[in-house]
């Protein structure tokens, strides 16, 4: 492509030099102010709040990942403890179950759970329901979800926060 190895060079840098020229341009028509939260779990970085580099990726200071709801979690597990867990991943929010028959039911399920909000809301709860004919009514998928909400409120208030 190049004949000498001095034009590679220059291609290379002038290349380089503006990929990073990239982060300077500002878009005149966005307001930088209408997307900041100003506290909370969601607060945007700013110099003043430290910012971010890449080298922040690597500090472990254990507020890696997604933050979920420990009430709705445990409610979770609780509520499904009759599904056998194949991966729980607290820093994404995901359980995943295999097959398994309810107490006193004929027919068996799995589910696969997502939990996207540190929230205590039945927003921050998805579930995924399905057996082996097939995916199950809406009816029964919200049951789930109406009992994971109950387990989660009423570990809340086990837990003094009201």
Known sequence: MFKSPLKSAVVLLASVGLLASCSTFRNG???????????????TPTAATGGTSLFDAFKND????????????TASLEVLDFLPVQSADPFTGVIS????????????YRATVLISDPALDARA???ALQSQSGPVAAGTQRAIEDA??????????????F
């Open 148 to 161: 994971i909400l109950t387990r989660a409120r009423q570990l809340r208030t086990q837990a003094g926060r």
């Open 62 to 73: 254990g507020s890696a990942g997604i933050r979920v709801n420990r009430f709705l979690w």
């Open 29 to 43: 028509k966005l307001n930088p102010d209408a997307y900041r939260v100003e506290g909370g779990p969601n607060q």
């Open 125 to 127: 709860l998805n579930v």
């Open 97 to 108: 179950t295999g097959y398994g028959r309810p107490p006193g039911g004929g027919r068996a």
